[in-house]
Nanobody, 127 residues
């Protein structure tokens, strides 16, 4: 069993930065792909960023490419999402997710491909 606990989030102004963290329990984190998703009111959950089990490959949605950075520390069982140059359209609940024992070079971009989810963190970008 895996539990994902998210830290971070909050309300910021356009152009500000935030970092989200996701701490995993269990023994499979270092052998699992990880992803960040977000969901705005009335919309479906969408892929934001993903990272392979080793951290060697990262993937981003076009809407955040160049502004967000996903990273992981397998020694600390922790996933990060550094968000820079935030925009009002980034406002959403952000979720981390674990694709258990996925050691492939690709990561999933659909929620159904992930096995465990964090509790979510609200990010609000507004002036």
């Amino acid at each position: 069993q895996v539990e994902l606990v998210q830290l971070g989030g909050g309300s910021v102004q356009p152009g500000d930065s935030l970092r989200l963290s996701c701490v995993a329990s269990g023994r499979t984190f270092s052998n699992s792909a990880m992803g960040w998703f977000r969901q705005a009111p009335g919309l479906e959950r969408e892929f934001v960023a993903g990272i392979t089990w080793s951290g060697g490959n990262t993937y981003y949605a076009d809407s955040v490419k160049g502004r967000f950075t996903i990273s992981r520390d397998n020694h600390k069982n922790t996933l990060y999402l550094q968000m820079n140059s935030l925009k009002p359209e980034d406002t959403a609940v952000y979720y981390c997710a674990l694709d258990d024992l996925n050691r492939r070079r690709q990561v999933g971009t659909r929620p159904i491909e992930y096995d465990y989810w964090g509790q979510g963190a609200q990010v609000t970008v507004s002036s």
